[in-house]
């Protein structure tokens, strides 16, 4: 049984809007729970009444009714809330309060800037109009290079709004990653920066952002925020557009077109590590319900309260934190490091601003806790009530050390999606303990369960994530994907009509909570036993003059294997024999004999994509002899120039 590290009090779970949401079902639809795991058993069992549910508690606004909740449970073909004409962003305005703070924006510069909810509607209506009077209509696609600055957010709600189709990078993306992208969609306008600021030093992007356009001629009109230089529109074609100029002059009144349920919202991205990045659409109406239920009843984000999440415009998670308005909260937003001018950077901030909901990655708390920082002691937390993760599995050391040393009295929020939902699978959860190493729960309406390798569901061993029921926010499609063959490809091949995810995870079927083992294809199938990568990097984590590892398990020729475990040393010391030895009895004692690597090797970095992600997989293609061009995406990754150390290697394997 893992260690109970915090329970929520009487009071937090009674003031809860699931304890409501529990209320409501009683009182209009006789339904009473007698805990968590029944509501969630109901939920997956009668999904249609479950999401119904979900539209008339929230209240949701629709121009038409709908005729039908779902049309089937075949996946992904199935169409949810057919005839209802709806609108995303109307409803995160649905709680507006003209004199009440929207936004919270922080920087590496040290602005702390609030925005009023009548400033924001303010700008969101002249945007709007400014689009509408240069031909923007329902259906086209507007493109952003922006950093995670208040005019991403005002951009997004301006082109939601119209029903036109958002997109976005961050501008760390070099410029053929970003062609990639949006080329494929064939955008209209293009809202972009100058450049930007990061780890104290100014990136000019000028040139990336000519070389972007001159690769989309799709492209009828560029907006320009001069955000790095004031002059920036210097250094561009005349015909762009200073976007200041239109928050100016142009005004108008914030109307909401209503679009179809199933219309397309935003176009998101995956990592496009080994090849062209799929082009993932979702929908107005599923990402409406499924961020309702989400921010509700799994974050349990209330009017008043300030949502952060740390994130980037290129990251799922910055269209996860606007949804933060539905709930009536504002959201704190923050450009630059984390790590600038120091590691306790976003602890300062969370202080200045009063976060009540702190979103972050387990590798920032992982790196938090190895740098030994003491946030408790050196800032006033108290506004904090709880803190999520995500982009990684959160080791159980990592969930101790926030309750020892950030705050002891905090609903800790481990969670799992991915850019493929626009949200989590599972997650946090009022009424449930928090206990080491464990997320809380399978979310509301995710019918979620671990498959062993003849495919039935397991509890308490292994498994293969698979969802076996669809759920509004799965894409609708993939842009420009004939017949839905690379949609199909994604999840449905392995498990005929079920989701599979890639994730391998274990259900504690004496908590109900789970634990992420890493990704499927990055397991490592030692002599016929399967190992999470999670589990190496659990143990490798505690040994401190190791600052960051990477594992692979490679099949080779006569069924060998070869299982390297690649580590980047603290402050560049050398890895000696000693420390070898520390990490292979580390593993030993944890875990097996089975999880001793049969090298362990010294560099200089470990490859990561531009959104925080280890790149295990690539890497394993990389040492497989396979094509580079077919490997890796180097135009995807942070710190490209890391792979150089694993193409040598292949050659001495």
């Known amino acids: 049984m893992s260690k109970k590290l915090w329970e929520g009090s009487k009071q937090l779970k009674e003031n809860s809007h699931l304890h409501a949401y529990k209320q409501w079902l009683f009182t209009n639809k006789g339904l009473e729970f007698k805990n968590y795991q029944e509501l969630w058993q109901w939920s997956v069992t009668e999904i249609e009444d479950f999401w119904e549910s979900i539209w008339h508690y929230f209240k949701v606004t629709s121009h038409q009714p709908y005729t039908k909740v779902l049309s089937s449970l075949e996946m992904p073909n199935c169409k949810w809330f057919e005839g209802a004409t709806i609108n995303y962003a109307e409803h995160l305005f649905k709680k507006a309060k003209d004199n009440k703070t929207a936004i919270i924006f922080g920087n590496e510069s040290g602005i702390n800037q609030e925005i009023s909810w009548l400033e924001l509607k303010t700008k969101v209506a002249s945007l709007a109009t400014y689009f509408k009077s240069i031909g923007v209509i329902k259906g086209d696609r507007v493109v952003a290079f922006l950093p995670n600055i208040p005019e991403a957010t005002i951009a997004f709600l301006a082109v939601n709004s119209i029903g036109a189709i958002w997109s976005s990078t961050s501008p760390d993306f070099g410029s053929e990653s970003v062609v990639d992208r949006f080329a494929q969609i064939e955008p209209k306008v293009l809202i972009t920066v100058d450049g930007y600021q990061y780890n104290g030093k100014p990136y000019d992007k000028s040139n990336i952002v000519n070389a972007i356009v001159d690769a989309l001629p799709t492209l009828k009109k560029v907006l320009v925020l001069p955000y790095l230089n004031a002059n920036a529109l210097d250094n561009f074609p005349k015909h762009y557009e200073n976007i200041n100029h239109v928050f100016n002059t142009v005004s108008g009144e914030l109307t909401f077109e209503p679009v179809a349920f199933n219309h397309p919202i935003w176009v998101l991205y995956s990592s496009g590590t080994t090849g062209l990045p799929k082009a993932i659409v979702h929908s107005h109406g599923g990402i409406l319900l499924e961020h309702l239920k989400y921010m509700a009843f799994h974050n349990d984000v209330h009017e008043g309260e300030r949502f952060f999440w740390f994130s980037t415009t290129g990251w799922m998670m910055w269209n996860f934190v606007q949804a933060a308005f539905l709930m009536g909260a504002s959201i704190v937003l923050y450009d630059g490091s984390p790590t600038f001018p120091n590691f306790n950077k976003l602890w300062q901030f969370s202080e200045d601003v009063k976060i009540d909901h702190f979103g972050t990655s387990a590798p920032y708390l992982v790196a938090c806790m190895k740098k030994g920082l003491l946030p408790k002691s050196a800032f006033d937390l108290t506004s904090i009530r709880s803190i999520s993760s995500t982009g990684a599995p959160l080791p159980p050391e990592a969930f101790d050390y926030v309750y020892s040393n950030i705050k002891e009295d905090v609903w800790l929020c481990s969670m799992a999606g991915g850019t493929d939902v626009c949200t989590a699978f599972v997650g946090g959860l009022p009424e449930y303990a928090v206990h080491s190493g464990e997320i809380q729960c ?212």
Do not use: C
Not at 445 to 453: E, K, T
Not at 587 to 595: A, D, G, I, V
């Open 442 to 653: 399978r979310a509301l309406g995710v019918s979620l369960y671990a498959y062993n390798d003849n495919g039935n569901p397991v509890e308490d061993e292994l498994g293969e994530m698979v969802i076996d029921k669809p759920m509004p926010s799965m894409p609708i499609y993939f842009w420009n994907d004939r017949n839905n063959k690379r949609y199909k490809a994604s999840y449905f091949e392995h498990y005929p009509d079920k989701w599979r995810h890639g994730d391998f995870i274990k259900i504690n079927s004496k908590t109900n909570g789970l634990i992420i083992y890493g990704r499927s294809d990055a397991t490592l199938n030692r002599h016929g036993i399967r190992i999470g990568t999670s589990e190496i990097y659990r143990a490798v984590n505690k040994i401190k003059s190791v600052e960051d590892s990477l594992i692979v398990n490679l099949e080779l020729d006569e069924g060998k294997h070869y299982m390297p475990l690649f580590v980047k040393m603290r402050n560049n010391d050398k890895l000696t024999d000693d420390i070898k030895t520390q990490i292979n009895s580390q593993l030993k004692k944890e875990y097996s004999p089975r999880h001793v690597p049969d090298k362990i090797i010294q560099v200089n970095d470990i490859p990561y994509t531009i959104s925080g992600k280890k790149m295990e997989a690539p890497i394993k293609k990389i040492l497989l002899g396979m094509p580079l061009e077919k490997s890796i995406n180097f135009d995807s990754m942070r710190n490209p120039e890391s792979v150089q150390f694993f193409i040598e290697f292949e050659k001495g394997i």
